[in-house]
């Protein structure tokens, strides 16, 4: 397989994210890849409500609130963003699947995505890493919910936004 030139990965900010992301670096080092971490958002009602009733101001406030969390989720994981990496944080408006696909169109490119959470709730979780793994054009790699990171805040809350990993 040829080395992927960059290595997109779905960041949500929750704990189990973290280690997704760690992986993802690890990747990144590996290959001498660019570190590409995907904060995706939603509007609060969903995107057919923000459709018909669109606030712009509104959408730019919950766009810089994706940035700022995309911001500390890099910090969390890593104490900052990796000084060893190039890295292109990208903040999309949209479903949290066809937005990473959307980043990942490239053959090269690699997807690191989480398989979600475990138990009753899983099929809920793990649905971006399925539609993700069926429908993606590049190489994906799904980590385990069960891994942990190596860093990171065990009290931090995921908030309204999307669950991407």
Do not use: K
């Not at 992301?21 to 590996?30: F, G, N, P, T, V």
């Not at 940035?67 to 949290?96: H, K, M, W």
């Amino acid at each position: 397989m040829a080395e992927s030139t960059r290595v997109i990965v779905g960041v949500s900010g929750s704990r189990r994210s973290a280690a997704v992301l760690q992986r993802a670096a690890a990747e990144a080092a590996r290959r001498g890849a660019e570190l590409v971490p995907v904060m995706a958002w939603t509007p609060v009602g969903g995107e057919s409500a923000y459709r018909t009733h669109p606030c712009p101001p509104l959408a730019a406030a919950w766009a810089q609130a994706a940035q700022a969390r995309l911001d500390q989720a890099l910090a969390e994981a890593f104490g900052g963003y990796p000084a060893n990496l190039r890295v292109s944080p990208v903040v999309i408006q949209g479903e949290v699947g066809p937005a990473l696909l959307q980043i990942a169109d490239r053959a090269d490119d690699l997807l690191v995505v989480g398989t979600g959470r475990r138990g009753l709730l899983r099929p809920l979780f793990a649905r971006v890493s399925r539609y993700c793994l069926a429908r993606a054009t590049c190489a994906v790699i799904s980590v385990p919910a069960e891994t942990e990171p190596t860093t990171g805040n065990p009290r931090r809350g995921r908030g309204h936004f999307a669950m991407a990993a």
